[in-house]
């Protein structure tokens, strides 16, 4: 009796080694009805790769097999990935549509489907570029009962860049039409145009003041706008004016000059107020009293370099 127990042990252990040298099949889940992918998992090769260890199974598949490939495969897994700097995009037709991505929305990137009215201040305390789509640019309109700035940059969080597309003041007002303060971020890329703003404030164009706070134009255009002091820009308190690339204020054709009671092109004033010009063009803006292009006041600085032209 215990021989016949010995031998039937003998025997299932001969079974269990047997089936443990033979290739398991493992079929991968198809995600519809068409065959399932089959993966062969064998030993590893002695010195090859593996997925986890020397001695883990890799996996190799089955078309593999058959064609006579010895050496292992390692495979990845599978997941969606996506990029790091992918940006979350929305289209908008109105500027209430505008408006409300702006402020309530998530998108970086905000593409303008056709000719708006601005109606109200846009408030930007975030992070987003606002560009027109392939049929643009497209021009943006004071309404003739709406007095304030189109677009309103304000706290460190903020940080607004326009892309082609045209801002239209239209009417006499006592704003610019961007406001840049209190640490915000303004940056004016090719194709986009700020022009016909007839301010009583500073700055018809754009206005940029306060310690940290910076105007970048790369691009584009600063035309026929008005106000006492720097027709198309001024920059106060601190604040910092980078104009580089093809970035133009005033023009030579008619009405393209910015003009003011002072500083026609750009007025810089105040205690570590910088402006620096590596590029881009200040031409054909007029002064009442003086600084026709450019004009620094009252510890400001201004650095000219590199292929700028006044």
């Known amino acids: ?22 290739p398991a099949t493992v079929f991968a889940a198809g995600v519809d009805d068409s065959p399932a992918l089959t993966v062969t998992l064998t030993e590893a090769s002695e010195g090859a790769p593996s997925d986890v260890g020397g001695s883990a199974p890799d996996i190799i598949t089955s078309e593999q097999q058959a064609g006579g490939l010895a050496a292992p495969i390692v495979t990845a897994p599978l997941s969606e990935r996506i990029a790091a700097d992918a940006k979350v995009s929305a289209q908008v037709d109105n500027w209430a549509g505008l408006e409300n991505e702006v402020k309530n929305g998530s998108a970086t990137d905000i593409e303008i489907t056709g000719p708006m009215t601005a109606t109200s201040i846009i408030m930007v305390s975030r992070s987003v570029t606002i560009h027109s789509d392939e049929n643009g640019p497209y021009t943006i309109t004071r309404d003739g009962a709406f007095k304030g700035s189109l677009f309103h940059v304000d706290t460190v969080n903020g940080d607004l860049t326009l892309q082609d597309v045209v801002l239209e003041g239209g009417v006499t007002v006592p704003a610019s039409l961007v406001l840049v303060e209190n640490g915000g971020t303004f940056e004016l890329r090719s194709g986009t145009t700020l022009k016909n703003n007839e301010s009583s404030g500073n700055g018809g164009g754009v206005c940029v003041t306060g310690n940290g706070t910076i105007f970048n134009m790369t691009g584009g255009s600063i035309l026929g706008n008005q106000a006492p002091l720097g027709g198309g820009v001024c920059v106060l308190n601190g604040a910092s004016f980078n104009m580089s690339g093809t970035a133009q204020i005033g023009g030579a054709g008619t009405n393209e000059g910015n003009t003011a009671n002072e500083s026609g092109g750009v007025h810089v004033e105040g205690n570590g107020t910088t402006f620096s010009m590596t590029g881009g063009s200040i031409l054909g803006n007029r002064s009442v009293n003086y600084g026709g292009g450019v004009c620094v006041l009252n510890g400001a600085s201004f650095n000219m370099s590199g292929t700028a032209q006044i």
Request: charge should be positive.
């Open 1 to 22: 009796m215990k021989k016949t127990r010995k031998s039937i042990l003998a025997l299932l252990l001969a079974v269990m080694m047997l089936f443990s040298f033979m």
